[in-house]
């Protein structure tokens, strides 16, 4: 079935390093790919998307790609903040009568100074 | 710019008991849904609403019941609640289908359920 998988956490990370974030997906056609970013104590906010093959979704230095031919669409940023410190978790789009995202696990990450 | 409102935002509940968790947007968006957040399971679909007058189970619906009361509310209500039903639970809302249209969600419900 559907599925979204993520690379497990907590990644620790010191400040200015290069991030990485892997997301494979499991569909059926062609959906659109998400990535959501929560604060501690608060809700999910959207980060980026990508809606179709070889998009880039950007957003606040965050980058991902969507790969076709690879079901990814790994989450990367070149220098991290402290500020990033948060959990991320990749979601895609059910195609059907709603939209319903089905979401990975999600991944804490921890910048340091 | 209130967005997507949940309350309360904590609760603490004995076994057997009931409550209704409450949802509110002011977006005018068509769609809304409940989710659950446990650890190392990410968010899990409980139900959603694609327009207002329509509901349809998610993927763990057991021992929930929602109701859309019109375009802005969705509530959620758990008629007996268990001890597994301890969790973090958010409510989103969406402006209609296709990839275009993010979710907006609410700050949360933290349940515990003694």
């Known amino acids: 079935g559907n599925s979204v998988t993520q690379m497990e956490g907590p990644v620790t990370l010191s400040e200015e390093a290069f991030l990485t974030i892997n997301c494979t997906y499991t569909a059926t056609g062609y959906p659109s790919l998400f990535w959501y970013v929560q604060y501690p104590g608060e809700g999910l906010q959207l980060l980026l998307k990508?809606?179709?093959?070889?998009d880039k979704g950007s957003n606040k230095g965050f980058e991902a790609t969507y790969r076709k031919e690879t079901t990814s669409f790994h989450l990367e940023k070149g220098s991290v903040q402290v500020s990033d410190s948060a959990v991320y978790f990749c979601a895609f789009l059910n195609t059907g009568t709603a939209s319903k995202l089905t979401f990975g696990t999600g991944t804490r990450l921890q910048v340091t100074l | 710019n209130a967005g997507v409102t949940q309350t309360p935002k904590f609760q603490v509940l004995k076994t057997g008991q009931s409550m209704t968790l409450q949802c509110a947007q002011d977006m005018n968006h068509n769609s809304m849904y409940w989710y659950r957040q446990d650890p190392g399971m990410g968010l899990r679909l409980i139900y959603y609403s694609a327009s207002e007058g329509t509901t349809d189970k998610g993927e763990v619906p057991n021992g929930y019941n929602v109701s859309r009361l019109n375009k802005r509310e969705f509530s959620l209500r758990l008629e007996s609640a268990a001890p597994s039903q301890t969790s973090v639970y958010f409510c989103?809302?969406?402006?209609?289908?296709?990839?275009?249209?993010?979710?907006?969600f609410g700050s949360g419900t933290r349940l515990t359920v003694v």
């Open positions: 989103a809302s969406s402006e209609g289908q296709g990839g275009n249209y993010g979710y907006t």
């Open positions: 990508a809606t179709k093959a070889d």
